[in-house]
Nanobody, 122 residues
């Protein structure tokens, strides 16, 4: 059974950097696109980024383009989100999840992990 464990969150100052990690166990995800999702306080869960199964293509929500970089290591069944020039609006709990196929299409398909919280404050 697939399990997703996110880590790497914490307190970061505006303009700072952070690297989030997501490790999957119980099922290989090399055939699936994977996304990072953010639950900001008082807001709905939103997709922040997505990477195709091969890693050849990534998509980003408009406000994070140029600042966040998603990558994956299929050998480790792991996924990463490099956050640079962090803004106040980046704060929230970040989750990873897989899609139903190899491309970033549709809704998240797997179980949700516990997430990792990013707090942005000076």
């Amino acid at each position: 059974q697939l399990q997703l464990v996110e880590s790497g969150g914490g307190l970061v100052q505006p303009g700072g950097s952070l690297r989030l990690s997501c490790v999957a166990s119980g099922s290989p995800l090399d055939a699936y696109a994977v996304g990072w999702f953010r639950q900001a306080p008082g807001k709905e869960l939103e997709e922040v980024s997505c990477i195709t199964s091969s890693g050849a293509r990534t998509n980003y929500e408009d406000s994070v383009k140029g600042r966040l970089t998603m990558s994956r290591d299929n050998a480790k069944n792991a996924f990463y989100l490099r956050m640079m020039n962090v803004r106040l609006e980046d704060a929230g709990v970040y989750y990873c999840n897989r899609f139903g196929g190899s491309n970033c299409i549709g809704s998240p398909f797997g179980p949700w992990g516990q997430g990792t919280e990013v707090t942005v404050s000076s």
